[in-house]
T-cell receptor
């Protein structure tokens, strides 16, 4: 298996622009998680999906952030409009049905907002 | 509420020396505990996990961790460090039923340096 795939790997944009991050989970996994990693706040869970349905978005920082999962093999995290404080590494992870299953992380997208 | 504390943001050891990375947790329910490793510019990779059963858990690359309920600890050890072990290590606890056991709370991480 190719593992969790994220694109782009690096994104540089200007403040105010829309940013879309993409994730393809491991086939057969029915949970998908979006995390953000920063020096100040560490690794934070933003939102997670089960069978394409958002279950908990309490970690989404504000309305500028939105996430979708239109099908089992694709998810997006969108920031509109972007701000410099959104600069971080964003990880997608997927997991099987059981909560004791392993979460597999993608390589991350490094976002820089100028 | 569940939380994780990793003692020491940076640990430095000599090649061949014992590696000990400390993790303490707080949890109001029986915890599920994890150690992940992150190499530069990569995602997190699971080293090992404790869910139920044996409290001494063996993972990949020669690492192991012991769940000690009385000490609320889950320290990570490796008898002999290798240069390739240099990375950042994260301890995590899974939230209990209120979080559906699906949400992981991560510690701040410990950066391990291995010198010759």
């Amino acid at each position: 298996d190719a593992g969790v795939i994220q694109s782009p790997r690096h994104e540089v944009t200007e403040m105010g622009q829309e940013v879309t991050l993409r994730c393809k989970p491991i086939s057969g996994h029915d949970y998908l998680f979006w995390y953000r990693q920063t020096m100040m706040r560490g690794l934070e869970l933003l939102i997670y999906f089960n069978n394409n349905v958002p279950i908990d978005d309490s970690g989404m920082p504000e309305d500028r952030f939105s996430a979708k999962m239109p099908n089992a093999s694709f998810s997006t995290l969108k920031i509109q409009p972007s701000e410099p404080r959104d600069s971080a590494v964003y990880f997608c992870a997927s997991r099987g049905t059981s909560f004791t299953d392993t979460q597999y992380f993608g390589p991350g997208t490094r976002l820089t907002v100028l | 509420a569940q939380s994780v504390t990793q003692l020491g943001s940076h640990v430095s050891v000599s090649e061949g020396a014992l590696v000990l990375l400390r993790c303490n947790y707080s949890s109001s329910v029986p915890p599920y505990l994890f150690w992940y490793v992150q190499y530069p510019n990569q995602g997190l990779q699971l080293l090992l996990k404790y869910t139920t059963g044996a409290t001494l858990v063996k993972g990949i690359n020669g690492f192991e961790a012991e769940f000690k309920k009385s000490e609320t600890s889950f320290h990570l050890t490796k008898p002999s460090a290798h240069m390739s072990d240099a990375a950042e290590y994260f301890c995590a606890v899974s939230l209990g039923p209120s979080g559906g056991y699906n949400k992981l709370i991560f510690g701040a991480g410990t950066r391990l340096a291995v010198h010759p």
